[in-house]
């Protein structure tokens, strides 16, 4: 077994906080950070330790913008009855492994919006990957506060997006955001056949959809129910898409838009005219 590091160094770095909330898209750069979570076959926990990034099988590339996420084998020694049951051959933990980034204070109290893009996905039956925010609670024995309502199954490809409000994300909790594969600790040489996830930047993007040059604003950003538009353009026609890019609401133009019925995180607008289109982001409250 490779070794564990018994230490970690956390630092905290900085986002834009767009329209009032801190909205995440993966990088590779990030000060990404290593746990594995040890449990015996039958669901019971054994132990946690912070590990090196890479030996969770978790594979950085500044250069591609990626994060490669592979079930753990470095746990699997023949003869090491703890690992490896000496009779078939098969791991004897299951092994949660989780990467993933501490921001710091600055991002308590504040709307989180955390994003990317899953490249391909070919985690063979047996292992889950996940996605997630947390929120631990120092005086809870680390306990997630949030009780897993932002951990979220990872998609078989395309865009993915998780929003938590900042009333849930109260100081002293320490905020994380990043994935997780949980499986059986596995023999390397069946690396190939376990798969892998690969994750990479995906969002919304407002610059390729701007064909209209106008001074168009929305206000209140963050709204809870309505959405007015300023502009001095004929507009035709709106419509709202998630991070997903997924439409969520549409319809003829209107100076005030009811929004009211979307779930809190983060949208954009597409405002039409016949001389063409203007992104906008805007944050749905509660």
């Given amino acids: 077994m490779k070794t564990i590091i018994?230490?970690?160094a956390f630092s905290i770095f900085s986002l834009t906080a767009v329209f009032g909330q801190n909205d995440v898209s993966f990088n590779a750069g990030e000060n990404w950070i290593g746990y594995m979570n040890v449990f015996n076959l039958g669901g019971g926990y054994e132990f946690g330790s912070a590990w090196d990034v890479a030996e969770l099988k978790s594979s950085l590339d500044a250069s591609t913008n990626t994060l490669t996420l592979q079930p753990n084998f470095n746990t699997y020694t023949v003869g090491d009855e703890y690992w490896v049951n000496a009779t078939t051959g098969e791991g004897e933990k299951n092994m949660e492994a989780i990467t993933f980034v501490?921001?710091?204070a600055f991002f308590n109290a504040t709307d989180l919006t955390f994003s990317g893009a899953v490249e391909s996905n070919t985690l063979a039956a047996g292992f889950s990957g996940k996605y997630f925010i947390k929120a631990l609670n120092p005086n809870n024995d680390y306990q997630d506060e949030l009780g897993g309502d932002g951990v979220f199954d990872m998609?078989?490809?395309?865009?993915?997006?998780?929003?938590i409000p900042g009333a849930s994300l109260t100081p002293g909790l320490i905020i994380q955001y990043g994935f997780s594969i949980t499986g059986r600790n596995s023999n390397p040489d069946d690396e190939e056949a376990l798969g892998r996830i690969v994750i990479g930047a995906g969002s919304v993007g407002l610059d390729d959809g701007n064909s209209l040059n106008a001074d168009i604003s929305v206000y209140p950003n963050p709204t809870s129910d309505i959405l007015f538009v300023k502009t001095d353009v004929d507009l035709a026609t709106y419509s709202i898409s998630n991070l997903l890019?997924?439409?969520v609401l549409?319809?003829?133009f209107t100076s005030g838009i009811n929004v009211s019925d979307l779930t809190?995180?983060?949208?954009?607008i597409a405002l039409n005219s016949e001389e063409g289109s203007k992104l906008i982001k805007f944050v749905k409250s509660n």
């Fill in 264 to 268: 809190i995180g983060t949208y954009v």
């Fill in 102 to 104: 501490e921001p710091g």
């Fill in 6 to 8: 018994t230490s970690i």
């Fill in 250 to 252: 549409s319809g003829d």
């Fill in 155 to 163: 998609p078989a490809s395309g865009n993915f997006s998780v929003t």
């Fill in 245 to 247: 890019g997924q439409t």
